[in-house]
């Protein structure tokens, strides 16, 4: 019984597929297209990254501050402050148009880096009401310098070990610590 | 056959879209918050995320409290619901090697771009309280072209 009725099909799709010598592939587009919508619903264009902080340890003692250079970027509400610990501030870069001066800060912490070539550790230091993005961008160009000039994009290292912190008052308790402003 | 051409640009698509989606994706969607933009190259880990939105404040995926009750509750500076939380998620998630070691403990971080400072602060102090000895902030990847400047 069985072996006869496969012998009928076989017999019919003789004749459908008589002096046709090409492949059926309409199977293998309709698949094509399911595999091409899944790809382009489950893709990403955009990468997230992390960028890895500097926390002290909850129960560490206060660290011996170490001699040389502390280096400090202090973001307040209108200005960016660049100093250094032990000696009060070295440069401040006042905001321009309602925008950071990021070109100016890095430009200052290249000559920063270049006097000071073994300094890694920076502390940046923000006011309590600075938005997140900031934050990220002022640590961006802390880290790194981003030299477009010559052949392509070369990333040059400045102060890669960052901490975050509070930024310190600005008022009689400041002028007192750093012999006023 | 006229249906070449078309087998020839769906074959290069599914190739195309193979290749883009080849890296894993290991933090949540990102649709409810901007997160900043850096040049920033480490890759994400598998870690516990706190996310901070305009409006509330998750861990991994899970809502602990709202902005607003953070503001409201005043200086204190550890999040006290937060800290259980991630208590509970190092005790059930991670890995057991990781379990012992509180420097390999992670936590990665995703704000909000207009996060405040002081809000942050108080995650990052919580995270450290909580005995997570390593936080990372999770930025989306800034195409940077010759020639822009630094």
Redesign the interface.
Known sequence: MASSKLAARSIRNHAKYKGRN?LN?VP??DM??I??FF??F????????????N????NSSVPELPQGLQLEVIVRRNSIEIADRNSGVLRTLPKKEGEYDY?GL??FLQFVKAKYPTVLAANVL????????V???T???T??????EGL??T?VELFPDIS?G?APLVGAAAASVRGGK | ?A?VP??DM??M??VF??L??S?V?I?PN?KQIT???????????ETVVVM?TTDALLVNGRQIATIAELRGDGKQLIIEPLRLALKEQSDSSLRAAAQGD??EREV?IM????????V??RV?AT???A?Y?????????RE???????
Do not use: C
Not at chain 1, 42 to 53: G, P, Q, R, Y
Not at chain 1, 126 to 133: F, G, R, T
Not at chain 2, 144 to 150: K, Q, T
């Open positions: 090409d592939i293998m587009i094509m297209v595999l091409v790809l382009l489950t893709a990403v264009f955009s990468n997230t990254n992390i960028l890895e902080l926390l002290p340890a909850p070109a890095s430009e923000l006011e309590q009401d600075i938005p997140y993005d934050l990220v961008q640590m961006d160009n880290r790194l310098w981003l030299n477009a392509g994009l990333k975050v509070d | 056959m249906l078309f087998i769906l074959m698509l599914v879209l193979l883009h989606s890296d994706e933090l990102t997160i900043p933009q850096s040049v920033a190259e480490l890759k994400p880990r901070v509180l420097a990665t704000g909000d771009k207009g996060t405040p400072f002081s942050l602060k990052m995270a450290t309280a005995d000895g390593k936080v990372s902030l999770a930025v989306i990847q940077v072209e010759a020639g822009a400047g630094a």
